[in-house]
């Protein structure tokens, strides 16, 4: 079972149609689909209205058999903050899980182009990308301890599949991030580019994939996906485990206020 963010938040009410397209930017660049996040005044963090576009496009992506490849990005400063806190992001969707993405079965290629902070759930948005683009100005960050969380979009089990698994376990235990040069240079981002040019360089990576056989390239994805997907789902599993241990805790509320009240925390460690 998929840990659902939304059981550390209510359900918020239903996103209105205007609020949904104004959280992401959405072109065709040929056979091509840019996917822009847009809600830079809370660092692209993810709310019900974010989760419900960012559904829709992918849905989009791998149900027009004239789009080939996508490129998710958050614009010229900043990739994604992860989950709003104030409000949670939704419930999971039916077809994406968390986010609307990170559980997503997907055929058609996704490349993320990544400039600025990309920090728990965005990092984990990132690492449900086939392909990471990002500028020297990049970082990477799993946070979620310091507010008493642990990552449930993935981290703990594609975090040590996609990083060196003892820098994995750093990240996630200290909370501490990474800058793009490190990612670089430990596999995480495919290409390094100067900043500014991480959405550029992102289309013309997905141009070639869009340029190569549509049936290869599926079947390509489609036989990754398979062979992930046994550890995909004890992932899962050891992932609702976690959350279970850290949802009803005096941590994670204490890491919460201290959070929203912009001083350290004071963990009963409980």
């Not at 279970?244 to 959070?259: K, L, T």
Request: glycine residues 12%.
């Amino acid at each position: 079972m998929l840990s659902p963010v939304s059981a550390l938040w209510p359900e918020p009410p239903p996103p209105t149609d205007a609020d949904v397209a104004a959280r992401l930017a959405v072109e065709r660049h040929g056979h091509v689909l840019l996917m822009r996040m847009q809600r830079t005044d809370k660092r692209n963090a993810i709310d019900r209205p974010m989760t419900a576009a960012l559904d829709a496009a992918l849905d989009l992506l791998e149900d027009d058999p004239d789009l080939r490849c996508g490129v998710l990005t958050g614009g010229p400063d900043v990739f994604c903050a992860g989950t709003d806190v104030a409000v949670g992001p939704g419930a999971p969707t039916p077809r994406g899980g968390n986010y609307g993405v990170v559980a997503r079965r997907r055929t058609t290629p996704l490349v993320a182009a990544v400039e600025g902070i990309a920090f728990g759930g965005g990092f984990e948005i990132v690492l449900a990308c086939d392909v990471v683009v990002a500028s020297t100005a990049a970082r990477f960050g799993l946070p979620e301890v310091a507010l008493g969380l642990v990552p449930n979009c993935g981290a703990l089990f594609r975090g040590p599949r996609a990083l060196p698994p003892v820098v994995a376990r750093q990240l996630l235990l200290t909370g501490d991030p990474i800058d793009a040069g490190r990612a670089h240079g430990l596999g995480l981002v495919g290409e390094l580019v100067e900043p500014g040019r991480a959405q550029e360089r992102g289309l013309e990576v997905a141009e070639r994939v869009a340029q190569r056989s549509p049936v290869a390239v599926r079947a390509t994805l489609a036989a990754l996906g398979r062979l992930e997907g046994d550890a995909d789902a004890a992932g899962w599993a050891a992932t609702d485990d976690a959350v279970a241990r850290v949802v009803d805790s005096e941590d994670r509320a204490e890491g919460i206020a201290a959070f929203f009240a912009k001083r350290p925390p004071v963990w009963p460690g409980r």
